[in-house]
C-alpha cells in the first residue's frame, strides 16, 4: 500500500491563490507541499473534479455566490487543504487512500505514530473499515 501510494498522481489546488497543480507524483510533492505560485501551503488534494472545484473556488475569490452543493463541495476541498497545511505530504497521502475522506483522514493524523509503519497500518485499517461497513450505510 505504501509504495502504491507514493508512487500515486493527485491535482493540487491552492485556496490562496487558486492555481491548480495537475498530475504531481506524491513522491515529488516533498514533506512540505508548496504552491508552485503563491509558496502557500494550503493546498487542497483533488482527484476528481478538479477542475469544477477550481472554477468553484474562483468565483468565491471573485466574491460571486454560490449554491449550497457548491459550498458544501468547497468546503470539502477545504478541510483537504487544512489537513496538507498540517500534516503535509502525510496529508496527501491519507486522502487517497480509498474510503478515507477528510474527517476520517483528521483521525488518523491526528495519532501519534511511532513510526511510519504505524501510520500505513492505520490507513489500511481505517480503509478495511470503510469496506467492510460500506455496503450497510444505505439500509434502513
Known amino acids: 500500500m505504501k509504495t502504491a501510494l507514493y508512487s500515486e498522481f493527485v491535482n493540487l489546488l491552492c485556496f490562496q491563490c487558486g492555481h491548480l ?40 475569490i471573485a466574491g460571486e455566490p ?36 477528510p474527517q476520517t483522514a483528521s483521525r488518523v493524523l491526528a495519532k501519534m505514530h511511532d513510526d511510519e509503519e504505524a501510520f500505513f497500518k492505520d490507513l489500511l485499517d481505517a480503509k478495511l473499515r470503510f469496506i467492510t461497513t460500506r455496503p450497510f450505510w444505505d439500509r434502513r
Open 21 to 60: 497543480a495537475e498530475n504531481i507524483g506524491v513522491a515529488d510533492a516533498g514533506e512540505n507541499p508548496k504552491c508552485r505560485k503563491c509558496r502557500s501551503g494550503l493546498l487542497a488534494p483533488v482527484r476528481w473534479g478538479s477542475q469544477m472545484v477550481k472554477d468553484i473556488l474562483k468565483r468565491k
Open 66 to 101: 454560490l449554491g449550497d452543493d457548491e459550498r458544501e463541495a468547497l468546503a470539502k476541498a477545504r478541510r483537504s487543504a487544512d489537513l496538507v497545511l498540517s500534516y503535509g505530504r502525510k496529508g496527501i497521502l491519507a486522502q487517497l487512500v480509498y474510503g478515507i475522506g
